[in-house]
């Protein structure tokens, strides 16, 4: 009678576990092209606008700071500071903010069709996880301390953040009509593109 | 093929707009305020007769978008004392009372719609933070305290 109890409750569980496990999954259609979108986009602000060196250099450029020191009273000085924090405040969320899109397309699509080996998808899981920490770093240095305290971080950061988008871009490229198209041709042996 | 051959009518209109016109702007500010007031406010369209009559009205006003966009990113490109500077020479060409001028410009902030509709928040930002910041400084420069960096010669102003 025990064994009988244990073995429905078990069965049972397995269920319920099956049932909220069908629940969460969403049709592969769904939702595949609004990531592929907001990855393509993300993408696009991140290598066109955000990471863009004349940008990066502009907003952190320490000739304005040595101009403003050097010619401008104290509250000149101090409502530079404020104005650069802000911007440099925003222009790391909106890093961030495009950044994580793409971690969600790498984790919900791109390896279904790409077939991300299992270590290039733990390197990548590393990659997004080590840049959102340096971003969250950054900003907390901008925050507390200004524009000008973390260089090395900034560099750093947009260094992976340039090298994640390479690898981002192969991906999309890779999910292009085309490039299907060339799979199904006969591309079933190559590995992942990533 | 008419794709290609309405990007080359485009690259040409820009040519000569460039030409013809901007090339007679010499500050890259006063040329940004020019292309933007050729924007219709309510459309976000660009105008221009001339330009419009040499090509066509869709090809000036993609033209015109694109000289913008040019400049802007010129401008966002420049450090705060070469903007410093631009400011200041701009002052000067509308031959307005500099504090009426300094106080308009913090009040209304009108740079704020002279940015290309296509801007990244980011550098648009940036722009209006570093123009915020320029003002201070002509501001601290008006009251006589603090006097322009040596290399600051002032530019001639369009008008002249």
């Not at chain 1, 890093?95 to 733990?122: D, I, P, W």
């Not at chain 1, 260094?159 to 890779?174: P, Q, Y």
């Not at chain 2, 002509?138 to 001639?156: D, E, F, K, M, N």
């Amino acid at each position: 009678m025990t064994s009988l109890i244990i073995f429905l409750v078990l069965g049972a569980s397995l269920l319920l576990l099956l049932v909220f496990a069908l629940s969460r999954r969403r049709s592969p259609a769904a939702g595949s092209s609004e990531a592929f979108l907001d990855a393509r986009q993300a993408l696009s602000a991140l290598q066109n606008d955000l990471l863009a060196a004349d940008l990066v250099r502009r907003l952190f450029a320490k000739d304005d700071l040595d101009y403003i020191l050097q010619f401008t009273p104290e509250s000149v000085q101090k409502l530079f500071i404020q104005e650069r924090r802000k911007v440099t405040l925003v222009w790391v969320r909106q890093v961030r903010k495009g950044v994580m899109s793409l971690r969600a397309f790498h984790r919900g699509q791109a390896r279904h069709y790409a077939r991300l080996r299992l270590e290039t998808e733990f390197k990548l899981a590393v990659s997004f996880a080590v840049l959102l920490l340096a971003c969250r770093a950054l900003e907390i240095a901008l925050y507390f301390k200004g524009p000008y305290a973390a260089p090395q971080i900034v560099g750093r950061t947009v260094g992976v953040a340039g090298r994640l988008c390479a690898i981002s871009e192969k991906s999309l490229g890779f999910l292009t009509p085309g490039s299907l198209g060339d799979l199904t041709r006969g591309a079933a042996g190559e590995q992942a593109k990533v | 093929m008419e794709y290609v051959t309405g990007k080359m009518a485009v690259r040409a209109a820009a040519d000569d707009m460039r030409a013809r016109t901007l090339s007679g702007i010499r500050r890259p500010l006063d040329r940004l305020i020019y292309l933007a007031s050729l924007r219709d406010y309510n459309t976000g369209l660009y105008y221009h007769d001339g330009l419009a009559t040499r090509f066509s009205l869709d090809v000036a006003c993609e033209a015109l978008a694109e000289c913008h966009s040019q400049v802007f990113r010129e401008l966002c490109a420049a450090s705060l004392e070469e903007l410093v500077r631009q400011l200041e020479g701009y002052v000067d060409s509308t031959h307005a009372a500099r504090g009426d001028f300094i106080a308009a410009w913090q009040g209304l902030e009108p740079y704020r719609v002279a940015v290309p509709v296509e801007t990244d928040p980011v550098s648009a930002e940036l722009f209006f933070s570093n123009l915020r910041v320029a003002l201070a400084v002509l501001q601290t420069r008006l009251h006589g305290h603090w006097a322009a960096p040596p290399s600051a010669s002032p530019q001639p102003s369009p008008a002249q």
